[in-house]
């Protein structure tokens, strides 16, 4: 896993928010005990503990970057986090919701993973979870392009990207175990603001393991590079400039 900035993935909190949001808008009933898989900054706690008011959240992240700033920025006695890879994590009791945002693309395995932890969601309780499912899109076609050619394709050949599955898996997987889901796709039409705001957007995520892999003396090129073919592909209109961004929503719930 890449070392995430929780400033720059920040940037656009607002629209990365949105997903999240409209998730748990979908999820039923009233949890009483819900984890937050891949936490982040701990900034959507807030979406969480206002729809569940008497809930408690407990986030986890890999990324101590992350954790130290969900921290530094609780003050919510009912809000907990913990520095952990959900690959391995377990909760010490059953939990009512589960619920991920923009995490399980970057789980090596995602799908065993994601099967494993469904065995502590309490009785009808809910697995919800949103992935991107953009990899097609020139934000990721260049960006992969990019590293593939010289001088950037040794340092970038081993890179662990982000990586998405088919929505159907999801699918396959929760109601292989009996579960009723809800599965749903949506394309956002971000408008963004700022002279190259489609690299500032990536940077923060997709693109970062590839810029840390790269040395010193390449990366400045390397961005540049990067920068230029996202110009070319996501033209600033006099409005902003308009990322598209579709995501895959899954909300699955668990029988009696």
Known sequence: MPTWDPARYLQFADDRSRPFVDLVGRVQGTPRSIVDLGCGPGHLTAVLRERWPHATVHGIDSSPEMIERALAGNHDDAATYELAD????APDAPVDLMVSNALFQWVPDQLDVIERLTAHVAAEGT????????YDSPSH???RDIA????FAEATADVLA??????????ELFAGLGWHVD??????????????????WVSGTGARPYVQALPDDLRESFVAAYRTAL????PRRPWGTVFPFRRTFVVARRPV
């Open 127 to 134: 697995f919800a979870l949103q992935v991107p499912r953009n």
């Open 183 to 200: 599965l749903w796709e949506t394309t956002y039409l971000h408008v963004l603001q700022g002279d190259d705001p489609v690299y500032d």
């Open 86 to 89: 959900v690959a391995a994590w």
């Open 231 to 234: 110009r070319g592909a996501y």
């Open 141 to 143: 076609t260049l960006l």
């Open 162 to 171: 982000d990586r998405g599955t088919e929505p159907a898996a999801y699918l």
């Open 148 to 151: 593939a050619e010289a001088p």
